[in-house]
C-alpha cells in the first residue's frame, strides 16, 4: 500500500567478476565436486580402477585387514572391499537417479497442477501429497516393495515415491509465489496468454529451488537405497550393493571392523558430497 | 546527569566506516565528524548509499558483522566509545542512548506483549519488577500518547496501528531519560498525517527533556522542517554542514542545490494547469466503481473502492492520492482490468473494460498500461532488456523480429537510456534504470492510458526527480494520458493536472490541482496539506 | 475453533485417503493367492477356522461391500490377520508397540536437545571456528545411514571402548545405543532448521531495537531470539515424526530389539500386506494426530496466530 517504506538506491550493480566468484569458491566446495566426480567415475568405467572381478574372491585372502594391497581389506570370501565398493557405486548411483527422476518428474507435474489451476484441483492434489506425506517414508517405500517385488529397479522407484510430496509441495509453493509477483502480472497485462506466461516466467523462475532440491534428494535416496539394501530388500547377496555389504559384514562385527565401516563411510562422503554441492545450487540460483 | 561540563552530548571525529564484501573492503563512511549539544536536533541527510545510517549504527555499536570502525572517536559526554566491545556498551546502550528504528512493524517482538517489549529497558538497567514495573509501563504509553495504556500493554504488537508501534518504540527509547536519541528515517514506515503527529511528539520530549536528537532521514522537507543543523552525506562524505537556515537559504555545493531542487515539497513549484474542458476528449472515465471484500463471516463486508468516479481528459495527469487503506491502488488495480469491480464501469476509447473477460480483455489491455511501484519486482530477472520491452509486441504478434527491436530501441532511447542495457538483465540496471525500463515497456504498445501506481515513492530524490521530468516529456511528445497514484502530495502536485482525494475508499474532494491543493474545501484535505513538511515557515 | 475443525477435517480426509489407498493395494494382491495360503495343512488350520478367515476378509462379496467391511473392521480395532500364521494384526502390533514408543519417545527427545545444544551453542560461540564446526554437524550427522551409525556406536562404544554392553543389558543400558543412533540422524534437521531461523531471527529489526536497549548478548538470545526461532522447528519437529518411525525400524533391525520394526521387516520378507498396511495406517495416524497437536499449539506460541485462527 503505501510505498514510502523501501528506498531503493540508485546505486549500478556491476555484474561479479570471474576472479570475485572464483575467490569465493571454498575448499570445501572443491571436495565436494571432487568426490562426485570420484563416484562417478567409478560408476561409469569401474574395471579402470579395479582388475578383479567384484564377486569372485581368492580364497586364500579371507578377511584380511585393510593394506596396501588391499586398501579396504577384503571380506570373508577373499573379495576385494574396495573393488566391490567400486562396482557398487553404479548400483547406487543409477539407483538414485531413478528415484530422483520419478520424484522430479511427477512431482514437479503436480506441483506445477496445484499452483496453476482452479482452487478444487490444487486442493485434491494437496490432499493426495498430504497422504504421502503423512506415511514415514521408509514405510512407504517398504509397501510399494510389498507390492512390486524386491530388486534394485524397484526399490529406486519406491525410494523415488516417497520424494514425490516434497517436490510436489516445494514446486507448488514457488509456483504460487512467482504467480504473484509484479512481473508475472505485468507479463499478463501487456497481453500475455496464460500459458505463455506460464512458460516463458513463471517456470524458468519456479524451478530454482527445486534443481537445489534434486541433488540434495541425490543424496538422500543413495541414503535410502543404502538403508533397503542393508534391510535386504534390495538386490540380491553377490551383488556389491552398499548397503547390503554393510549388512553382511555385521556377521563379522567384532573381528573385522573394514567390513561394515568402510563402505558405510563411503555413504557418508558421498552423501555429505552431494548435500554440500546442492546447498551451492540453492545459493547460485537466488543470488 | 548533565552538571559536569556543557561539552556537546554527541561527538564524531573524523569517522571511518568500511564494510567487508567477499574479502574486499568496501568505504562506506569516510571521514565524517560533527557534533550535537542538549536539546539539539541534527538532521543527517543523504540518498540510499549515503551512509547515514551506517554512522548512526557506529554511534550505538550495532554495526553489521562485517562493518568496522577504521578510524575516529565517537565521543558520548566526551568519553570515547567507538573502540568498546559490547559488554561495555551494555551500559550506555538505553541509558544514554536511545534508539527509535525505522521500520516499527517490524521494530517490536511479535510474540511478546507490549508491555513486556517496553518493559524490557526497564528490567535490563533497573531493579524495578513487578506492579511497579507494570505501572512504569502505563505512564510511559500514557506520556507517548497512547489512548487506554493498560488495555494496551497487555495486547501484542501486531494489534496496534504503526503509528502507535512508533509511539511504544518512542516510549522504550525514553525510558530512562537518555542524553541521545537516534531516530533512524522514523517516519518513512507511516503515513503522512501519521508521520506529522510522531514528529511532533519527538519535538515535544526533546523540549522537555533536552534530549539531543541524532536524526537520519532522506527526506531534505523533514530535516528542514525539525532540525537546528543539517549535515548532508552523499557516498560516505560530507557534502555540506551548516546550520538548517543557511542550508536552505544559501547551499554551497552543487549536490545540496540538487537536493533543494528536486525535493518535491521544497521546490516552489505550481501545479500545471488543466486543459480547457471543452477542448479535450475524455480518455479514460471511471464511474461509480464499488469493490467490495468479504469480511470473515458471511453478511459482514468492507468497502474498499466506494463510489469512485472520475475523468481523465486525453493528455492530462489524473492523480488518485490518499494514505494506506484509501483504496487508491484498488482502484487503479480496476481501471487497469486487474480486478473485477463489484459494480461500476471503466470507459477507455468507449469501451467498458470493467465487463470484458477472456480474450476481449486481453485485446482492450493494449489500451492501458500499469508502470508499478518496485522496479526490483516487476521485471523478470531472467529476461534479458530487449526481451521485456519486445514481449508486449509478441504477444499481440505485432510486427516482425526486426521491427519489434527497432521499437524497442527507439523506446530505451526515449526514456533516456543507453543502447547497451538492451542486452542487460535487470539486476545489472540500478533502481531508477528499471523503472525507466518499465515505462518503456508500458509504452511499447502505444496505449491511450498509463497508470502509475506509486512508481516513483521508491525512488531517491534525484532520480525520483529525473523519472518525473521525463514522465512529462513523454506526455507532452506523446500526448499520453496519465493516472497517477501516489500518497505523496508534494509529487501529485507537481505532476498532476487534476486530483482525487480519496480516504477509506471514498473520493472526498476532487479537481483541478491547483484548486484543491490552494483551497482545500474538505476537513481531511487540509490535514493532509498540513502534513507536507514546510520548512520555509520555520525559516522565515 | 473453526480453524481447529477445519485441521481436524483434513486430517480426517487424509487418513480415509490413506485407508483407501491401502485397501486398494491389499486388493491388487490376489486374494485367492491369499486364502491359498491359510490351506496349507502346515498351518494346521481346521476347516472351522478357514471359513471364518474367509468370512473376515469378505472373500466373494462384492468390492464395495469389502471396503466397507475392513472400514468398519479397521475403526473398531480389527486390522485383519497375518497372512503367515493367522495371527490377529492387532496382537502383534499391540505386542510390539510399547518398545518403539519408548526408543521413539526417547529417541525424539534427544534428538530435540542435541538440536537445541547445537543451534543455541553455536549462535553463542566465541570464536568463529568453533561457529563452524558447531553449524557443520548437523550436515554432517544428515549424511549418516542409520544402520551405519548403530553399527559404529556398537563397535567403538560397546567392542572397543566397553563402555555399554549390547549383550544381555539392562533396560536401561539397553536403550543407551538405540537412542542415540536415533537421536544423531534425527537431530539434524530440526539443527538446521533453529540455526537458520535464529541466524534469519537475528537480523530482524526488533533485535536491533533490544540490542539499542542494552541487553547482552546471552538475553538478548534468550528473551528475544528464542521463542521466534523455535516457531518452524516445531512445525519441523511435527514433520520429523514419520522419519521417527522410519529410523526407529531400522535400529531396532541393528539391535536385534523387540518391536514394530522386526515385525515390519519380516513381513515384508514374507509379503504379508495385511501386517505392512496396518503398521503403514497407524504411523499415519500417530503421524496426522501429531501434526495436529502441533498446529493447535502454535497458537500459543505466536500470539499473530491466535487471532487469525479466532478470525478463520
Known sequence: MTAQAVTVGDEIRRPTAIVRRLRRVSPALVLAWLAVAVVVAWALVPWLFSAADPTIGVSGQRLQAPSIQHLFGTDQLGRDVLDRVIYGSRFSLVGALVAVGVGLVAGTALGVLAGTLSRAVDDVIMRIVDVLLAIPSLLLSLSIITLLGFGTVNVSIAVGITSIAMFARLTRSQVVKVRHTDYVEAAVGSGGHFLGVLWRHVLPNSMGPVVALSALQFGSAILQIATLGFLGFGAPPPTPEWGLMVSEGRNYIATSWWL???????????????????????????? | MTGKTRSPVLQVKGLSVSYLRDHEATQAVDDISFSIDQGQLLALVGESGSGKTTVAQSVIGLLPGNGRIDSGEILLNGVDISRWNWRRLQTVRGRRIGLVPQDPAASLN???????????????????????????????????????????????PHELSGGMRQRVLIASAIALRPDLIIADEPTSALDVTVQKVILDLLDDLRREYGTAILFVTHDLAIAAERSTEVVVLRDGRVQEHASTAEVLSNPRTEYARTLLRDAPALAGRAAPLPPAADLAAIALRADSLVQTFALGRKRDEFRAVDDVSFAVPAGTTHALVGESGSGKTTSARIVVGFRRPTSGRVEIDGIDLASLRGEALRQARRTVQLVYQNPYGSLDPRRSVEEIVTEPLRNFGLGDRRSRLAKAGDLIERVALPASVLGRRPHELSGGQRQRVAIARALVLEPRVVVFDEAVSALDVTVQAQVLRLLEDLQRDLGLTYLFVSHDLSVVRHIAHTVSVMRRGRVVEEGPTESVFGTPVHEYTRTLIDAIPRPSERVS | MGYLLKRAGQGAIVLWAAFTVAFILLQALPGDAIMNRFLNPDL????????????????????????????????????????????PVRLLIEGALPSTAVLAAFGLLFAILLALAVA????????????NLLQSLPSLFIAVPVFWLGIMLIQILSFKLRLVSIINPGPVEGLVLPVATLAIPLSAPLAQVLVRSIDETLLSPFITVAAAKGASRVRLLVHEVARNAVLPAVTVAGLLFGELIGSAIVTETVYGRVGLGRITEAAVKAQDAPVVEAVVLISAIVFVVVNLIVDLLYPLLDARLRTRAAAI
Open chain 1, 260 to 287: 561394515t565401516t568402510l563402505p558405510g563411510a563411503i555413504v557418508v562422503v558421498v552423501v555429505l558430497s552431494t548435500h554440500r554441492v546442492s546447498r551451492s545450487l540453492g545459493r547460485e540460483k537466488r543470488g
Open chain 2, 110 to 156: 511479535p510474540v511478546r506483549t507490549i508491555g513486556a517489549n517496553l518493559g524490557e529497558v526497564l528490567r535490563i538497567h533497573t531493579r524495578v519488577r513487578g506492579s511497579e514495573l507494570r505501572r512504569q509501563v502505563v505512564e510511559l504509553l500514557a506520556r507517548v500518547g497512547i489512548d487506554d495504556p493498560e488495555r494496551r500493554a497487555r495486547q501484542y
Open chain 3, 44 to 87: 494346521g488350520l481346521t476347516s472351522e477356522q478357514i471359513s471364518q478367515l474367509r468370512q473376515s476378509y469378505g472373500v466373494g462379496a462384492p468390492l464395495w461391500q469389502q471396503y466397507f467391511h475392513s472400514a468398519w473392521a479397521f475403526l473398531t480395532g480389527d486390522l485383519g490377520n497375518s497372512l503367515e500364521d493367522g495371527t
Open chain 3, 120 to 131: 543455541f551453542l553455536s549462535a553463542l560461540a566465541p570464536f568463529a571456528w568453533l561457529r
